[in-house]
C-alpha cells in the first residue's frame, strides 16, 4: 500500500499522468487562448460601432435624419448589450475539463443573448453601420467555430483527463474544508475567551450586589424582610388547622354565625381570602379575630358544621391556644412592629435612591447572564459545526483514497500527515 499525505496528492498525479496528459493539457490551453483573443475581438467590433456611428459619411445617405438618429441609438444599445454580455464571461486560469465544459456553457449562453439582441436591433441599425456588423458577425462566427472546436476536442480527446481532474477537485474540497474547520475552531477559542470573560463579569457582579443587599440600610431591610416572612409562616402554621372550619362557618346557617355584625361576617371573607394581611389590619388584642374565633368554637361544639371528628378537635384545641393561651398575640405585636420598620427603611431606601441602584445592579447581572447564554448558544453551534466538518473530511479522504486507487490501479490511502 502506498500512503500519500494529501499534499503530496496533487504532485504524485501529475507525476504518474505527465507523459499522457500534458500533450492535452497543451492544446486544451492552446485552444482557450484562442477563445480569448476571438472574445477581445468581439468586443472591439462592439466597441468600434460606437466609434463610427457619429462619422460624416453617414449625414449623406438619403435616408431621412429620423432613421439615421433611430439607428444611432439602436447601435449604442447593440454595443452596450455585447459588452454587458462580454463583461459577465467569467474566464478561469485553470485547464480542468469542468473548467473548460462551464467555459462553453457560458459561450453557449452569450451566443443566445447575442442572437437575442440582434434579432432586436439590427433591422433597426440598417443601412448604416453594414462594414462595423460585418465585421461583428466575422467574428461572432469565427468565436462559434473555435467554440465548437473546443467541445469537439473536450468530448472526443479531453475526456479521459475528467478523472484526474477530479482528484484534483476532491484534494481542493478537503483542503477547503481544513480551512473552514480551521476557521471554525478560532472563532471557538475566541468565543471561549468571550465565554469566561462573561463569567467573571458574572461573579463580580453578584458579589457586588450580595455587598450591596447585605450593607447598611439594605442589610437591615433585608434581615426584617426575611425575620417578617418568617413571623408570617409562623402565622400560617397556627391558622391553618382553623381555616376550613371557618369556611364552613361562612357558609352555615349556625346560630354562632347570627351573633356576628356584618363587619366581623367581613372579616371572616378576608381572612379566608388573605390571612396574613387581615391578621396585620387587627388592632392590637385580636378583638376582631378572637370574636370569631369564639363564634367558631361554639359552633364545632355544637357539632353545627359538617366536618369530621378530628378535624373538629384539632380546630377546638387550636382556637384554646390562641383564646386562652394568647397564641398570636406576640405574634401579632412582632408582625406590625416588623411591618412598620420594613416601611420605614423602605422609605429611606427610597430617598437615598437605593431601589435604582440595586435594580441597575440586578438588571446588569440579568444582561450579563443573558449574553453568556447567547455565547455558550454558540459555541455549543460551532463545536456541532466543527464535528460535521470533521466527519466529512473523515468521509472525503477515504472517498478520495477509493479513487485514486481506482484511477492510478494501485492502492492508496491518503492521510492528512
Not at 438619403?62 to 455585447?82: M, P, R, T
Not at 453557449?108 to 432586436?120: A, D, I, M, P, Y
Not at 479521459?160 to 484534494?171: C, G, N, T, W
Not at 359538617?306 to 378535624?311: S, V
Request: net charge neutral; with cysteine; hydrophobic share 35%.
Amino acid at each position: 500500500m502506498v500512503t500519500l499525505k494529501l499534499n503530496e496528492v496533487k504532485d504524485y498525479v501529475n507525476l504518474k499522468v505527465e507523459k499522457r496528459y500534458k500533450p492535452l493539457r497543451v492544446k486544451a490551453q492552446s485552444i482557450k487562448q484562442k477563445l480569448v483573443e476571438l472574445l477581445n475581438q468581439v468586443k472591439l467590433s462592439a466597441e468600434k460601432i460606437l466609434v463610427s456611428k457619429d462619422r460624416d459619411a453617414f449625414k449623406t445617405v438619403e435616408d431621412g435624419f429620423k432613421n439615421h438618429e433611430i439607428a444611432v441609438k439602436n447601435a449604442e444599445k447593440l454595443s452596450q448589450g455585447l459588452t454587458e454580455y462580454l463583461d459577465k464571461i467569467n474566464i478561469k486560469e485553470d485547464c480542468s475539463y469542468n473548467t473548460l465544459m462551464n467555459f462553453i456553457g457560458e459561450l453557449k449562453l452569450f451566443f443566445q443573448n447575442v442572437n437575442e439582441l440582434g434579432r432586436r436591433l439590427v433591422p433597426k441599425i440598417s443601412p448604416w453601420f453594414k462594414t462595423e456588423l460585418k465585421y461583428l458577425d466575422y467574428n461572432i462566427r469565427k468565436l462559434a467555430e473555435h467554440v465548437d472546436k473546443l467541445n469537439q476536442f473536450l468530448v472526443k480527446e479531453y475526456k479521459e483527463i475528467e478523472s484526474a481532474d477530479k482528484i484534483i477537485e476532491l484534494v481542493d474540497a478537503v483542503n477547503s474544508s481544513l480551512s473552514e474547520k480551521t476557521a471554525f475552531q478560532e472563532k471557538l477559542e475566541s468565543l471561549k475567551v468571550e465565554v469566561d470573560d462573561l463569567t467573571n463579569q458574572i461573579r463580580d457582579a453578584e458579589d457586588n450586589y450580595i455587598k450591596f443587599k447585605t450593607s447598611g440600610i439594605q442589610k437591615n431591610y433585608t434581615q426584617t424582610d426575611e425575620e417578617l416572612n418568617e413571623v408570617r409562616r409562623s402565622f400560617n402554621i397556627a391558622f391553618n388547622p382553623i381555616l376550613k372550619p371557618l369556611s364552613k362557618l361562612c357558609k352555615s346557617s349556625s346560630k354562632a354565625l347570627a351573633d356576628l355584625t356584618p363587619e366581623q361576617r367581613n372579616t371572616i371573607d378576608c381572612y379566608l381570602s388573605e390571612p396574613f394581611p387581615t391578621f396585620l389590619n387587627e388592632p392590637i388584642g385580636l378583638p376582631v379575630l378572637k370574636q370569631i374565633l369564639k363564634s367558631l368554637q361554639r359552633s364545632l361544639l355544637a357539632k353545627e358544621l359538617d366536618l369530621k371528628k378530628d378535624r373538629v378537635e384539632k380546630a377546638v384545641k387550636q382556637i384554646n391556644k390562641i383564646l386562652q393561651d394568647n397564641l398570636l398575640d406576640e405574634l401579632h405585636k412582632k408582625a406590625k412592629f416588623l411591618t412598620e420598620s420594613k416601611e420605614t427603611l423602605k422609605t429611606l431606601i427610597a430617598e437615598k435612591g437605593l431601589d435604582e441602584k440595586s435594580e441597575m445592579l440586578a438588571s446588569n447581572i440579568e444582561q450579563l447572564k443573558n449574553q453568556l447564554t447567547d455565547k455558550k448558544v454558540e459555541e455549543n453551534r460551532l463545536q456541532t459545526q466543527i464535528q460535521n466538518i470533521q466527519n466529512k473530511i473523515e468521509r472525503d479522504l477515504k472517498f478520495l483514497s477509493e479513487k485514486l486507487s481506482e484511477f492510478l490501479e494501485e492502492n492508496i490511502e491518503v492521510t492528512l500527515s
